[in-house]
Every structure is written in C-alpha cells, then in structure tokens.
C-alpha cells in the first residue's frame, strides 16, 4: 500500500504541478504581465510548489529531515541527475556572460546554509532572511532585466486560454498538489520505517527526485529543442527558489531541527555541485562526457547517501 501511497503522490505533484503553471501563467498573460516577469515569478514558483507543499507538510508533520531531505537532495539531483541526463541529449552550451550572477545568487544562497545548520535549528528569523533575499533577488533581476531587449513567451509553458479555465487549472493543480504531497509524505515515512533506512534519505532520493519531476520534463523539452541556455536557467532558478523561497517559507510556518548529517555531509555535496557547474559553465559548455561522469556521480552519491 506504501508503494501505492508514493506512486499516487508522485503522479499528483506532476500532474498537479503542470496544471498550476499552465494555469498560473494563463492568468498573468490575462493581465499583461510581461514574459520575464512571469518567468522568474509564476513559473518559477508553479514548478517549485511540489517542493514547497512536500517541506511544509512533512515539517507540520515533525519529519523534518524528509522536509530538509528533499531541499538539499533535489538541489543535488536538478546538476548531477538533470544537467547529466539534458547533456546527454544535446551538449548544453551558454554564452560567455549567461547566467553569471543567478550562478553567483545560487553559489551564495548554498552557502548562506552553513551558518544556520550549525545552530542545529532552522527557525523562523533565519526563514524570513532567506525569503527576504528571494525577493529582493527577484526585484533586482526585474529591474537589471528592463534594458534588456523584450523577450517573447514562446519559452513559457504552453497557458490554459480563457481565465475561468485558468481559474480551473489553478485550482485543479493546488488540489492534485496537496493530496500528492500529503499521499507522498505517508508512502515515504512508511517505506523508510518497513525497510528500516533513514527518513533522511528517502527525502534526499525518492522524494527529492519526484519533486523535481517539474524541472526534470522542462530541461529534457529545453534540451530536445537545443535551448541550452532555457535547460541551465531552469535548473539554477530552482536551486535558488528551492534555498531562499521553500526552506524560507517552511521555516516561516515551522521552525525546523537540522539534524547533523545535513551539515557535514549532504549540505557539502550540495555546495561541492553547485560550484563544480558554475565552473563548468564558465567553460561555455557541458557536453555528453561531462554528463555521464555527472550521473555516475549521482549514483555515487545515492549510495553513499544510505
């Protein structure tokens, strides 16, 4: 039944995630939000809920290393399992200045996580600094981006039309996100407890792997379509959204015990592939070799991780 539990959950936060971007960005064209607004906001935060809804209820729920697990770990997934698999398909290729400051934001916000695991506690103050720092990153990358030349929304997820059937959307995939979240916290407490292995790293694998379902199917699209720069973007704003905006919120709501492992073990890791892809992207490429030492390293870590 646990099996079942994780699978409907899985199969919820997809689905329900998909339909609240869709709806999400349907509803900001309906009021003209211009494209890169809604990147950075209604996109950025639609494919991130699965993440949000999963820390926040198992946090309630008092299993915060599966709160905790599931940040760090889909951090970790999104450059090991995604940019590995998306170079695979097509070599990811940027340009010289791409990215070079949400890589920076991303590099900082990781680190930024030192000093408040060694409190052995995530509480509400060091919550509201985080999210805080989402939003004025959002603010600047806003306001750096005017002079920019106008970009089109034929990257955005494809929009619901109309704004009843946005509405819809919006609901049906808030819905679908809260059942699977609650449906994958349960199969996950209930696997690790039968087979006797943490909580901690179920969170940091399975639950941290489906939740990044979202970013997964938007890299491997990006890829197919050889937007190199659309299957990086995606993966750096979630790291980012992930650190400032989901363990921000979920401190806010609950404060959360971080047990020692986080800090001297997969919080390292975490920090560690941040920086090894900020470098690898200074070199302009990550081609099929580099993403197949990429996934042997994520297997690596999986294991280890136990």
Avoid: C, H
């Amino acid at each position: 039944m646990e099996y079942l539990m994780l699978l409907a959950g899985l199969v919820g936060l997809f689905f329900g995630g998909e339909a609240l971007v869709r709806g999400s960005v349907g509803i900001a064209q309906r009021l003209a939000m211009p494209p890169l607004l809604i990147g950075l906001t209604v996109v950025g935060f639609g494919t991130s809920t699965p993440e949000l809804l999963v820390s926040v209820d198992a946090a309630l729920r008092g299993v915060s290393d599966i709160a905790l697990g599931n940040v760090v770990g889909s951090n970790i997934a999104n450059i090991l399992l995604i940019v590995g698999v998306s170079a695979l398909v097509w070599p990811i290729r940027v340009s010289g200045d791409t990215l070079k400051r949400d890589t920076a934001v991303m590099m900082a916000a990781a680190i930024a996580l030192v000093p408040i695991f060694a409190f052995g506690m995530m509480g509400r103050v060091a919550g509201g600094i985080l999210f805080a720092s989402l939003v004025a990153y959002l603010v600047f990358a806003y306001r750096q981006s005017r002079n920019a030349p106008v970009a089109d929304d034929s990257d955005l997820p494809v929009p619901a039309r109309g704004l009843w059937l946005s509405l819809i959307w919006v609901i049906g995939g808030l819905v679908a996100l809260m059942f699977g979240a609650r449906f994958m916290v349960d199969g996950a407490v209930t696997i690790a407890r039968t087979f006797g292995v943490s909580e901690a790293f179920i969170g940091l694998t399975v639950v941290a792997v489906g939740t990044s379902l979202p970013e997964l199917a938007t890299s491997l699209i990006a890829a197919l379509r050889k937007q190199s720069e659309i299957a990086i973007g995606n993966i750096v704003g979630s790291n980012i959204f992930n650190i400032l905006g989901i363990l921000g919120l979920t401190a806010i709501i609950t404060p959360i015990p971080v047990a020692s492992r986080f800090l001297t073990f997969d919080l390292p890791i975490m920090i560690a592939v941040s920086l090894v892809l900020t470098l690898l992207l200074r070199r302009q490429i990550v081609g099929r070799g580099i993403g197949i030492v990429m996934l042997v390293a994520y297997g690596g870590y999986v294991f280890a991780a136990q």
